[in-house]
Structures are given as C-alpha cells and as structure tokens.
Nanobody, 123 residues
Framework: QVQLVASGGGLVQAGGSLRLSCAAS????????MGWYRQAPGKQRELVAT???????NYADSVKGRFTISRDNAKNTVHLQMNSLKPEDTAVYYC?????????????????WGQGTQVTVSS
C-alpha cells in the first residue's frame, strides 16, 4: 500500500504565493510520475502539473509561467510552487503518483491520490 500526504494549502490574496508539498510512503518500488491536479466547485478535476521520473515537467496552459513543479526522488516528494495566484486558481489540489509496487510475481503499476488540500485565492 502507498500513501500520499499533501500539505501547504491555505488562503492567500490574489498575486500571492503558496507552496504545496506531497510525500509518498509505503511499499514503493519506483515512482514513475508525480503531479498535481485540482478540482474547483462544480467542475471536473483537471491536471495542473506533472513530472515523470527523469523527464520534463508538463503544465496546464492556465498555470504556465506561474507554477513550478519539482521532485525530490530520494525523498519521494513533489512540490508545487504557485506564484501570481489568481482567484480562478481556487480549488482543492490533489497530489497524484503513478507508482510501481512490489507484488509476489514482480511489480505492478498503480495510481494513487492524496487527500486534497484547499487553496483559496481572494480577489
């Protein structure tokens, strides 16, 4: 089993910054991708940013130039630095990890989600 624990959400004024962090723990063989998604009230969950192991970051167009994703592979953590926040960034942010876990016959790839952290940007 793998657990993702996210932290760092909160309330900030427009133009401000927040930093989200997420730590993965458990029976991890390797983490293929770590990233962040968000869901605003009445809307579907959407990709914010992802970073594959050893690859380049991928960002939603709406956050390019404002948000930066980073990973610490040794600590199984992912961070999201959010600058120049806008009211439309208000949402619950979810950490996601695509993880290879050990099973009796080898490894298996599973998708895991953190508990979600609220980000509220006031105008």
């Amino acid at each position: 089993q793998v657990q993702l624990v996210a932290s760092g959400g909160g309330l900030v004024q427009a133009g401000g910054s927040l930093r989200l962090s997420c730590a993965a723990s458990g029976s991890i063989f390797s983490i293929n991708v770590m990233g962040w998604y968000r869901q605003a009230p009445g809307k579907q969950r959407e990709l914010v940013a992802t970073m594959p192991s050893g690859g380049s970051a991928n960002y939603a167009d709406s956050v390019k130039g404002r948000f930066t994703i980073s990973r610490d592979n040794a600590k199984n953590t992912v961070h999201l630095q959010m600058n120049s926040l806008k009211p439309e960034d208000t949402a619950v942010y979810y950490c996601n990890a695509v993880v290879s876990v050990r099973v009796y016959y080898g490894t298996k790839v599973n998708d895991y989600w953190g508990q979600g952290t609220q980000v509220t940007v006031s105008s």
